[in-house]
């Protein structure tokens, strides 16, 4: 046996060797480690609906004790200058003081029960701002600055509060305390202080949302800041500022949404777009109402300039999640369809400009896929709902122009019209119907809008009757050529309205000439078209 063999026996000896040593250490550290514990683990799976029971019982009593809590406050603070037992000064102090009371109960207990300890700060968080607020509102001790200013250092007070304690319940209920609480204990909500309240409550929310890494709150203080500020403006008639102070909350909850989704990688999930997508058409409708009134004529422009805002967000998101799916396409496009709708279809566009709406939407429905993606069909469903009621409604406004008001204009836009739902079909034929029932409803309101138009264009009931009917052969035509049954089968309506107008009226109103050249030509070309069609029925 040569020296070589002998090294490579010890080097496969060696390897084998230290596989065991690595197998023994893990056995070793599992063995250590105690949730590795199986007899532990199926203790802790069978005491689990018991314990989660009694959990979901004493969070329920925590969270009243929490209004208790609040409720006192405010009661506090609202105390009657009548009962003679505290001043103004007095109330405001005791109200500071059980606030601050709270806050250090709750950090106190945090190593007992960190996540039931979290409410008392809540609640003290709560009684805090509220407290400034009566301060200001009602008692007038603070200045407007110094009010503002001691809202900004209670904000920043309850960010600490949650980097120390880090709990849903604190941030949640806090939230919602901070923003309902004025208005439930009636603290004379209606002044432009209650604006930067909520306003100074969104910036700490914001940030606590984007430590807690939690959209829930994001969404529950958005709902609340945007609903509370556009509220308040009702009654203060400073329409100016309240435009103001809506943007302002649009943009700290908009951006602070961007910046999660930038910071931690994580992009919203379709659930949470869809959370979304009521308090922005909230904020729309709100804003505005109130730019309407303090910037008139101003309103759809700056209305599209926020859904530009959005669409440039998602595209920052997109762009950095690159390959991946992003799930806010749906509430984005669908927020921008809303707005493109009110704002440009309904307020800027004139009735009169309205109908080439029409010709441009079905000009891009030719260039662009009909059938979306099965992944983004959910993402297009509100633009394409918006579309179609746009070419419903337009249909019907040149149809019903050109019965009573018949002008060259409106006869030039339903020539419009027909053409390009023409181009539609020819250039789109396969997907423009891909049902035959939808495929015939659609040729059916094309031949209509065409025999109206040729019918207000020409005024010889002749020349009317043979546009009919050469309209008629130049589609059962085009269907012969191309094999479609169902063009071939619509062109039966033309030829039915041809077929009447001659029996019905050419043949009792017209003079005799007319008449006759009427009947011959319509029956020469139904003879043709039906030679035509009983081909046509024959093809497989």
Request: hydrophobic residues 55%; positive net charge; aromatic residues 16%.
């Amino acid at each position: 046996m040569d020296s070589t063999s002998i090294e490579e026996r010890l080097q496969a000896i060696e390897t084998r060797l230290d596989r065991l040593e690595s197998y023994l250490k893990q056995a070793e550290v599992n063995r250590q480690t105690p949730w590795h514990d199986n007899t532990a683990t199926e203790r802790a799976a069978s005491s689990k609906p018991k314990k989660s029971i009694e959990l979901r019982q004493g969070n329920w009593l925590g969270f009243i004790a929490i209004i208790c809590f609040v409720l006192a406050g405010g009661f506090i603070v609202k105390l009657s200058l009548e009962a003679g037992w505290l001043t103004p000064i007095r109330q405001i102090s005791f109200a500071y003081l059980l606030g601050i009371l709270l806050i250090a109960s709750g950090l106190l207990i945090m190593k007992r029960d960190q996540a039931y300890a979290s409410l008392l700060p809540a609640a003290g968080i709560i009684v805090l701002y509220l407290t400034t607020f009566g301060a200001h509102r009602l008692y007038f001790l603070l200045t407007f600055s110094t009010a503002l200013l001691t809202l900004i250092v209670i904000s920043g007070i309850s960010i600490w509060l949650y980097i120390k304690l880090r709990r849903d319940f604190y941030s949640i209920t806090a939230s919602l305390g901070t923003y309902l609480a004025p208005v439930v204990l009636s603290l004379n909500t209606k002044s432009v202080f209650s604006l930067y309240y909520f306003l100074c409550a969104s910036v700490a929310f914001a940030v606590m949302s984007w430590l807690l890494k939690s959209r829930l709150l994001t969404l529950v203080s958005a709902y609340f800041a945007i609903l509370m500020t556009g509220l308040v403006g009702f009654n203060l008639l400073q329409d100016r500022l309240i435009v103001i102070m809506l943007a302002l909350q649009f943009f700290i909850f908009a951006l602070g949404t961007y910046f999660y989704s930038y910071k931690l990688k994580q992009s919203l999930t379709e659930r949470e777009a869809f959370g979304f997508f009521p308090i922005l058409i909230l904020f729309y409708f709100m804003e505005y109402f109130y730019i309407d009134s303090a910037f008139p004529g101003f309103a759809p422009w700056i209305s599209i300039g926020f859904a530009l805002v959005l669409l440039s967000l998602y595209l920052l998101t997109k762009k950095q999640f690159t390959g991946q799916a992003v799930a806010s396409q749906s509430v984005i496009f669908a927020f921008t369809a809303v707005v493109f709708f009110h704002a440009v279809y309904i307020e800027l566009l004139t009735i009169d400009s309205r109908p080439w709406l029409f010709v441009l939407l079905l000009i891009a429905l030719t260039f662009s896929p009909i059938k979306a993606p099965a992944k983004n069909r959910l993402s297009f469903l509100i633009p394409k709902l918006g579309a179609f009621i746009i070419l419903v409604i337009e249909y019907l406004s040149i149809l019903n122009h050109l019965f009573n008001e018949p002008t060259y204009y409106w006869i030039l836009v339903s020539l419009s019209a027909f053409l390009s739902l023409w181009f539609l079909i020819i250039w789109r034929f396969q997907e423009a119907y891909f049902q035959e029932q939808y495929g015939f409803l659609l040729l059916a309101a094309v031949h209509f809008l065409g025999l109206t138009a040729f019918y207000q264009l020409l005024t010889n009931s002749l020349a009317v009757s043979a546009a009919w009917l050469f309209y008629a052969v130049a589609v059962i035509g085009y269907a012969y050529w191309f094999k479609d049954k169902v063009m071939a089968k619509s062109a039966l309506l033309i030829l039915s309205i041809a077929a009447g107008k001659a029996l019905l009226y050419d043949a009792a109103s017209t003079p005799t000439v007319i008449r006759i050249l009427c009947l011959l030509l319509t029956g020469g070309v139904l003879y043709g078209c039906g030679y035509l069609l009983k081909k046509i029925t024959n093809w497989k």
